[in-house]
């Protein structure tokens, strides 16, 4: 590489002793020389030839002074490596200087060795620099590549490191999401190709947004179901508290989503929502050849299994006790003790619900009947079927009180 070093000082004679001195580096195309006689013209050359390296300047010159150019250097985007010349023994200027920027001075008159010393010490930071900024510009680029597959979580720390920083499989604990289309098979074999890949794309796009919003990583898009993770790769402390926020917008994105649609004659179904959170194995599962950031284990299992338990309650969002206990001001209803496919062991549900909801007085009526439910009071019944009178579009009311009708009790349930 050769350094373009532009040389700032009046001295008439200046000009003729460094390419005398400098003549065998300037032959060997080390370094090459550019000179100007004071600030206007240093920056004058400077626009017109942007690939200046450094810059050599004197203080005491006409028009404009080394220190003021060195300011206008510094408000640059492109900051030029300056040295500074001073006589001997001003001491004040050569640190007002160095407080503005300089990276070295000298003083006069100039010892030209200790020059050549100063130039390659100089030579050697803007090369460091100029590495610094290609690798920052490659990892820019390749994240703006990678980010337009993967989340910008993990896209970031692939960027940042080729082999994944923090992608090694390991235990984690996690709040996972799983989301699932009702009747999508249906919808396949209903609709044109090309209305279903419209509405896939912008399905999946829009779901996946609003998990970035929330800084989550989507870890699997299988057809119109989407795996999300919190706290993984990186460390999200309030993990349960993003995923909850973060199921309360996905539904309200994807009704808004399914109304428009059908706004166009398009019957896309409900998007249903479970979550779960626990210890699951995280990393990348795609070997030497392919890139699968996922996570696997019973609280994955557990999350799609609330989401499929959505169908028989006939909600749209279930989450588990871990998850609501773990969010900070939780605000839903329970669900129930639900004995999930798989599993021996009761799981505590729950449905979150928004402020509005969680406030009304079917909240504390609902809470009413649930309690009767759980504690086996024989009112359970017409308490719910008082409930379901008032809110007839409440589902989970519904549900209760079809179990009570055909013998149901408790708050324990089987579903398969």
Not at 168 to 176: I, K, P
Not at 304 to 318: S, Y
Not at 363 to 389: C, H, I, R, T, W
Request: net charge negative; hydrophobic share 45%.
């Amino acid at each position: 590489m050769t350094a373009t070093i532009l040389v700032v000082d009046d001295e008439p004679d200046l000009e003729t002793l460094v390419l005398q001195k400098f003549r065998r580096q300037i032959r060997d195309g080390a370094v090459s020389f550019m000179f100007a006689h004071d600030g206007v013209e240093a920056l004058e050359s400077i626009a017109q030839n942007p690939d200046v390296d450094m810059v050599v300047s004197d203080i005491n010159m006409p028009r404009m002074d080394g220190l003021s150019l060195l300011a206008k250097l510094q408000e640059g985007e492109d900051k030029k490596s300056t040295i500074i010349v001073s006589a001997y023994g001003d001491m004040s200027n050569i640190r007002t200087a160095m407080n503005r920027g300089a990276f070295d001075f000298l003083t006069k008159p100039i010892d030209f060795a200790d020059l050549e010393t100063t130039i390659q010490k100089t030579i050697r930071h803007v090369e460091m620099l100029r590495e610094a900024r290609r690798r920052q510009a490659e990892a820019e680029r390749a994240h703006a590549s990678l980010s337009r597959y993967f989340s910008p979580e993990i896209a970031k720390r692939l960027a940042s490191n080729g082999e994944g920083d923090g992608m090694e499989v390991q235990w984690r604990d996690v709040a996972t999401i799983f989301t699932d289309i009702t009747g999508f098979t249906t919808l396949v074999e209903s609709v044109a190709p090309e209305t279903l890949g419209e509405l896939l794309n912008e399905y999946v796009g829009g779901m996946t947004e609003i998990v970035f919003e929330h800084e989550g990583t989507v870890a699997k898009i299988i057809g119109d179901a989407i795996q999300v993770l919190f706290n993984a790769p990186g460390d999200q402390p309030d993990f349960a508290t993003r995923a909850v926020a973060c199921v309360h917008d996905l539904d309200a994105w994807a009704e808004g989503f399914r109304e428009r649609w059908k706004a166009k004659g398009v019957n896309f179904g409900a998007t249903r929502i479970g979550a779960h959170a626990g210890p699951a194995l995280v990393g990348n599962f795609g070997g030497n050849r392919f890139f699968d950031y996922t996570a696997y284990g019973d609280t994955v299992n557990t999350a799609a299994r609330l989401e499929a338990a959505n169908k028989h309650l006939g909600t749209r969002i279930c989450v588990s006790a871990s998850v609501a206990k773990g969010a900070e001001n939780f605000q839903g209803r329970p669900v129930g003790d639900l004995v999930l496919r798989g599993r021996s062991e009761p799981l505590r549900a729950f449905e979150p619900l928004k402020v509005g909801k969680f406030d009304a007085l079917a909240m504390a009526q609902y809470s009413e009947a649930f309690a009767k439910l759980e504690s086996g009071d024989v009112s359970a019944m017409p308490a719910f079927a008082a409930l379901v009178g008032m809110h007839a579009d409440d589902a989970l009311a519904g549900f209760h009180l079809k179990r009570l009708l055909n013998g149901a009790k408790g708050v324990r349930m089987q579903l398969e």
